[in-house]
């Protein structure tokens, strides 16, 4: 892995440029290099894995800098007839003789992970691309009046930049400062013998990512590392493990199972326990380093960076992916359709994990490799019968991938080991916990937000790095568009404003409509900016009213993110996503698939004042309208579920709520109100007056 960056049109490129490569410069220690052309600063720090070739890379026809491992870049030397030392030298020189118009089609021949910045003398342009699924890094800025950058971190830039999203590509006029995106697709492969063919891809792509040099493996005692591991053993390859957690208080869950893994591929295993003291004094680094605060993410980075911290290998691989496309985590049981999942879930690992572990491995100058995130393999993967992946009968989840292991030797009781999270398994979680109640804090957030803004780095341009994106929250007045922009914001994340749209189609598809005129009360009541739009709410067409909401929430508050309520409606959340994919934010649905008795229960903890709105189901009369929810309530539910098999959330529409109050809400609301009853098992209240009050 290396650095890239380049500034277009700005008055101090050359400055941008070098104080980027310096801030990045653990990610490329061989060689460093600026270079200048008309209005154009490239520069690039080298981490040389193939070959030593320095960069930028220029020719009389274009220059490029790159981050890249191509895998297949030999056979397309000889495909092209190309003489060239290694892949960034290949790339620079089959771009040189490619139609700019081309280009597209020789991305998609490259197998392996890049992110790349390549810019044509003749047509003046910057061509911006990565790998489909995003392991390698890039972020950008662009100012359409005329300035134009791109790093490998975001805190690199003295601006607010975006993630590149893997699927397009950027191609950026230099001389009319115009920018167009070229779309590309995540194909899927459809093969008869499926497991076969897993295995095979499986097989391939761990071996393809073997280098020349000593390697090493990050392991957690769960499947998907052990399978990388296994995979290795057969091909009779020597490597070291790694693992990190915390020892001040019992030994952590994971290290038994990461030893006897261990033992098992014969793979001598180094361990980094770390004190809570030393724990605590690096937190702000990994903080700064992450660009996050988010409790899960800390978690989650910390285990990489003490692991990474004791690696003297220039290369490490990880069971990172695993989880998206094979069904991994527990919420994957409640799905309706397994592949869609799984493939929401991996189109949004280039903002999230890819993008935080890539930074942290490179701080302790190890580059990261992800066998299960190969084109191929994902591919395959999306496509493959839900049952392969979780058992219907058991339950058992990844369960073609400890098919696999079993097969290649590894014991069943590792192999079948239920997954826990890393944060959870190396105790950094408790960790975290723990720091936070010795200093005083109500919750980790707090803490990590405190640790953020008392260490961040000083210098003014890094000021503007800020704890996560800010973002808009759909809003419906209901209790999950609420609780959804609350857990985001517990998160870290700035709400900025409230997104409302109001249906004239009270059976809107998309949209909550009963106490839809009640939302400029709550969100006065929140304290947080509205956007209104309206809609007649015909199916599909009423996505374009929200897609307009959203822009305009994009153009007045500099939103970059949108989250939502959903729970399993995979209509509603495929639907967001599609837009907020086409306007270049991400899209949140922090309740994805809870389990709807403990989210019920969850927001009774948070104080939630649910009123029930509108009722349409069996089970449910005349007194369940207007009534306040309750944890006797909850009760009542989980019993109608069982006997009549609702939603116990209303998630299938047998009720509508309204939030009169919350722990963090400034005001309540009082509401006069009558019941309407079309038959015993349908109605709604009609609101008479509603009005905000003192708490």
Known sequence: MCAIIGAINFYNNEEIVKNGLKIMKNRGKDYSKIIKYKKIVFGHNLHSTINYVEQPLVSSKGILISNCEIYNWKELSKKYSIRAKNDSELLLKLFDKTDLNKIHLIIEELDGDFAIAYYSKKKEKIILARDIVGVKPIVYFFDKKEKFCFASEKKALPFESIHLNPRKIIFYNTKTNSLKLKKRIIKKIIKKEQSIEIEKALFKSVTKRIPEKRFA?????????????????????????????????????????????SYNLNSPIKINLVSIKKFE???????????????????????????????????????????????????????????????????????????????????????????????????????????????????????????????????????????????????????????????????????????????????????????????????????DSIYAMQLMKKQGYEIKCLITIESKNKDSFMFHTPTIKLARLQAKALGVPLIIIKTKGEKEKELVDLKKAIKKAIKEFGIEGVCSGALFSNYQRERIENICEALGIRAFAPLWHFNQKKYLDFLLKENFKIMITKIACYGLNEKWLGKIISKKDVLELSILEKKFGINIAGEGGEYETFVIDASFFRKKILIDFEKKLENDFTGFIKINKAKLVKK
């Open 217 to 261: 493996l990050l392991l957690s005692g769960g499947i998907d590392s052990a399978l990388i591991g296994k995979i290795m053993q057969k091909n009779n390859l020597r490597f070291n493990s790694y693992f990190a957690g915390i020892k001040d208080f019992s030994e952590p869950k994971d290290l038994e199972f990461a030893k006897k893994v």
């Open 281 to 479: 004094k690096e937190l702000p680094k990994i903080i700064f380093l992450i660009e996050s605060s988010d409790p899960i993410r800390v978690g989650i980075a910390s285990t990489i960076y003490f692991a990474t911290k004791k690696i003297k290998e220039k290369i490490v691989f990880s069971g990172l992916g695993a989880d998206e496309l094979f069904v991994g985590y527990n919420r994957f049981k409640e799905s309706n359709n397994i592949n869609k999942d799984c493939y929401s879930y991996l189109i949004k690992m280039y903002e999230n994990d890819l993008y935080f572990e890539d930074i942290i491995t490179m701080a302790n100058k190890v580059e990261l490799r992800v066998p299960f995130l190969d084109k191929e393999l994902v591919s395959l993967s999306l496509s493959l019968e839900p049952r392969k992946k979780i058992c219907p009968e058991t339950g058992l989840n990844k369960k073609i991938l400890r098919e696999i292991a079993i097969n290649l030797g590894l014991p069943i009781e590792l192999a079948e080991r239920p997954k826990k999270a890393a944060q959870y398994g190396s105790n950094f979680d408790k960790a975290i916990e723990f720091l936070s109640k010795k200093n005083s804090f109500k919750s980790k957030t707090d803490y990590l937000n405190n640790l953020k803004e008392k260490n961040f780095v000083k210098k003014s341009f890094l000021n503007k790095s800020k704890n996560n994106i800010p973002i808009g929250a759909l809003f419906s007045t209901g209790k």
